[in-house]
Nanobody, 119 residues
Framework: QVQLVESGGGLVQPGESLRLSCAAS????????MGWYRQAPGKQRELVAT???????NFADSVKGRFTISRDTAKNTVILQMNSLNPEDTGVYFC?????????????WGQGTQVTVSS
């Protein structure tokens, strides 16, 4: 079993910040890249940011310069620091973890945590 547990979502006003954390546990052999995706009502799930083993990062254009992503490999945890939040950042944020096992790429998802940015 693999479990991704997210925390840190909530309601904030525009311009404020939130910090999301996701901890992976269970059978996580082969854990590779981790990241965050989000889904707003009426929209498809989209990539927010990812971080690979060794720290290589990738961000959606919409969050570049505002969000940072980091990970604690020893703790199998990925953190998304969200600054200068906009109402457009509202959505359910899902933690994602990729695992490579025997030539297969496995994707695991957290339950999602709600982020609401509203004045």
């Amino acid at each position: 079993q693999v479990q991704l547990v997210e925390s840190g979502g909530g309601l904030v006003q525009p311009g404020e910040s939130l910090r999301l954390s996701c901890a992976a546990s269970g059978n996580i052999f082969g854990l590779n890249a981790m990241g965050w995706y989000r889904q707003a009502p009426g929209k498809q799930r989209e990539l927010v940011a990812t971080i690979g083993v060794g720290g290589t990062t990738n961000f959606a254009d919409s969050v570049k310069g505002r969000f940072t992503i980091s990970r604690d490999t020893a703790k199998n945890t990925v953190i998304l620091q969200m600054n200068s939040l906009n109402p457009e950042d509202t959505g359910v944020y899902f933690c994602n973890a990729n695992m490579l096992r025997w030539g297969l790429t496995l994707n695991y998802w957290g339950q999602g945590t709600q982020v609401t940015v509203s004045s």
